[in-house]
């Protein structure tokens, strides 16, 4: 027999008949406040629980299901999210993990589909090879996250804060990036001939000074009002992007190709290695 207990009242919140939580079958259960700090819940069955507010920092959450469990404002600071399941085709399916503490946290491999992960604390977090397609990140904090080789495919990051994070090779096709942070983020690459992928996102009043994106694709990307200022651009695809009245000041564009890049009202001569075609009106 386990109990369960409140985090601050010490008050019995369920008792689970078994002898170790691990694996344990702890579906809907009303967790709130529980104080489960550096538990063992690899493969424990959770979806749908109530978990707001509870204490999981340093816990093992390793290959458990998630989907539907309500994590908001729950702490899981330092804790082992690896290959666990948290997502869903639709956010209603989804865990919930609004303003949550997720510093340092472990998630590889994991499956965070449609989560809500608006305003958390996601610091120095693990995300490679995690697949967030279609995770909202809005207002969060990403400074520092480790995110290669990761599925962000049409993800929010609106007003989010992702400088210095490493984000190399990873898919973030469709994102919505409009008014973040990504000062000396890094969306190179590792490999001979690889590429991070930024297709269609929207990059609007975004700062991306001192980042590497060099060979990064973003085709018909939007960069309008972006800040570019010292950014490594070399040898990226910007087939059709928007770079409308952005700030380029020192920027490396060499060999980029710029046929066909909207560049209106932007100061290309404050940037280096631009080749712009003669036929270009309205730069500067």
């Excluded at 729950?74 to 085709?89: F, M, N, P, R, T």
């Excluded at 993990?97 to 996601?122: E, I, W």
């Excluded at 996102?201 to 085709?219: P, T, W």
């Amino acid at each position: 027999m386990i109990e369960i207990r409140h985090k601050e009242t010490g008050e019995v919140l369920e008792t689970i008949r078994a002898k170790a939580l691990a694996g344990s079958d702890l579906r809907d259960m009303l967790l709130s406040g529980a104080d489960l700090r550096g538990q063992d819940l690899s493969g424990a069955d959770l979806r749908y629980s109530d978990l707001v507010e509870a204490d999981l920092r340093g816990a093992i959450l390793s290959k458990a299901l998630l989907q539907g469990a309500n994590l908001a404002r729950a702490d899981l600071s330092g804790a082992d999210l690896s290959e666990a399941q948290l997502g869903a085709e639709s956010p209603s399916g989804a865990a919930n993990l609004n303003q949550a503490n997720l510093s340092g946290a472990n998630f590889l491999r994991a499956d965070l589909r449609s989560v809500d992960m608006r305003r958390t604390d996601l610091k120095g977090a693990y995300l490679c090879h995690g697949d967030m397609r279609n995770t909202d990140f809005f207002a969060s904090d990403l400074q520092g996250v480790k995110g290669r080789d990761a599925l962000f495919i049409r993800a929010n990051f609106r007003e989010a804060n992702l400088s210095g994070a490493d984000l190399r090779d990873s898919h973030l096709n469709d994102a919505n990036f409009v008014g973040a942070t990504m000062r000396h983020i890094d969306l190179s690459s590792r490999y001979s001939g690889g590429f991070t992928v930024l297709n269609l996102a929207n990059l609007e009043r975004v700062d991306l000074s001192g980042s590497d994106l060099q060979g990064v694709s973003a085709v018909q990307a939007n960069f309008r009002n972006a800040n570019l200022t010292d950014v490594n651009l070399t040898h990226a695809v910007l087939g059709g992007a928007i770079m409308r009245r952005a700030k380029v000041t020192n920027a490396n564009f060499d060999g980029v190709e710029m046929a066909t890049v909207s560049i209106s009202f932007a100061n290309f001569s404050q940037a280096r290695n631009t080749s712009i075609p003669s036929y270009k009106t309205h730069w500067r």
